[in-house]
Nanobody, 123 residues
Framework: QVQLVESGGKLVQTGGSLRLSCAASGRTFSSYAMAWFRQASGKEREFVAGIPWSSGPIGYADSVKGRFTISRDSAKNTVYLQMNSLKPEDTAVYYC????????????????WGQGTQVTVSS
């Protein structure tokens, strides 16, 4: 059974930073791409960042480029999302997702999801 568990979300002020973590378990993820999505209240789930489990290109949504950084620790089976210069519009539930093959920006192509972690940025 594949499990993805996110952590690290909380309330922060505008301009602050947070690091989200996604711990993966249940199988070998050497061939899986990982991604972060977010969903604000009343809005559709949107892509934030994607990373291959091994070497390869990393991608970001335009709205977070230069502020967010996705990374992985293969030894710990964990993916991170470092979020800097946070804005109120970054407020959302953040989800970690995994799929076989390359990362993609559409949520319907992902096989596994975490339960989400709430990030709230106050103005």
């Amino acid at each position: 059974q594949v499990q993805l568990v996110e952590s690290g979300g909380k309330l922060v002020q505008t301009g602050g930073s947070l690091r989200l973590s996604c711990a993966a378990s249940g199988r070998t993820f050497s061939s899986y791409a990982m991604a972060w999505f977010r969903q604000a209240s009343g809005k559709e789930r949107e892509f934030v960042a994607g990373i291959p489990w091994s070497s390869g290109p990393i991608g970001y949504a335009d709205s977070v480029k230069g502020r967010f950084t996705i990374s992985r620790d293969s030894a710990k089976n964990t993916v991170y999302l470092q979020m800097n210069s946070l804005k109120p519009e970054d407020t959302a539930v953040y989800y970690c997702a995994a799929r076989g093959g390359a990362w993609l920006s559409r949520p319907q192509y992902y096989d596994y999801w975490g339960q989400g972690t709430q990030v709230t940025v106050s103005s």
